[in-house]
């Protein structure tokens, strides 16, 4: 199983929700990332896990809080969210944190904030 | 400061012609890390090839081919008769020996038909 799998697909939300994305990996890697891309754009580090502990936090507003249950799990709780975070959000996979890994990304979640 | 340039915004190509992607890159490390990634239109990357700085042997691998010149900078895509399926947008990444990976702009790529 190579697949990096990110639920759900699509989310539409209004300023005021709570939703969260969920990112699941079964390659037994040890690093599991958050990534943003606007349109027309490069993705843009958000969060870096290392062995199930936060390691790079890229100043991102309070009102993304990640969370990694396990070493297969990456969860990202959104609350309060503005218009303008509306983006593709990936979430990736590498065996290590180690500069030659490759890394593994899930198809993302498409989120419009309304 | 680490910087990865994609001069090339979007290229368009007839099926079967060759095309090259550059890719110029910034580091002060003398230790780093060079991909290409590929994101079609469902959206997630698609590694493609890596190579450390320390190996500038130029890999081919089907129609893809890439180019990498310490003395230059760059680490250049080449794709020989180029099809639909390679339609896409292509990223040039670098990473040094820590968590980050630094991606230029992308190039999208048109393959007609």
């Known amino acids: 199983d190579t697949e990096v799998t990110q639920t759900p697909k699509h989310l539409v939300m209004g300023m005021t929700n709570k939703k969260s994305l969920k990112c699941e990996q079964h390659m037994g890697h040890r690093a599991m990332y958050w990534y943003k891309q606007k349109a027309k754009k490069p993705p843009e580090l958000m969060f870096v896990y290392s062995y199930e502990k936060l390691s790079i936090n890229e100043s991102v507003p309070s009102r993304f809080s990640p969370e990694c249950p396990n070493s297969s799990l990456l969860n990202l709780h959104l609350h309060a969210l503005q218009p303008e975070d509306s983006a593709l959000y990936l979430c990736?996979?590498?065996?290590?944190?180690?500069?030659?890994?490759?890394?593994?990304f899930g198809s993302g979640t498409q989120l419009s904030v309304l | 400061a680490q910087k990865v340039t994609q001069a090339q915004t979007e290229i368009s190509v007839v099926e079967k012609e060759d095309v090259t992607l550059d890719c110029v890159y910034e580091t002060r490390d003398t230790t780093y890390y060079l991909f290409w990634y590929k994101q079609p239109p469902s959206g997630e990357l698609v590694f493609l090839i890596r190579r450390n700085s320390f190996d500038e042997q130029n890999e081919i691998s089907g129609r893809y081919s890439w180019n990498f010149q310490k003395s230059t900078s760059s680490f250049n895509f080449t794709i020989t008769a180029s099809q639909v399926v390679d339609s896409a947008v292509y990223f040039c990444a670098l990473r040094d020996g820590g968590f980050k990976t630094i991606f230029g702009a992308g190039t999208r790529l048109f393959v007609k038909a």
């Open positions: 990736a996979s590498s065996q290590e944190t180690g500069g030659f890994e490759k890394l593994f």
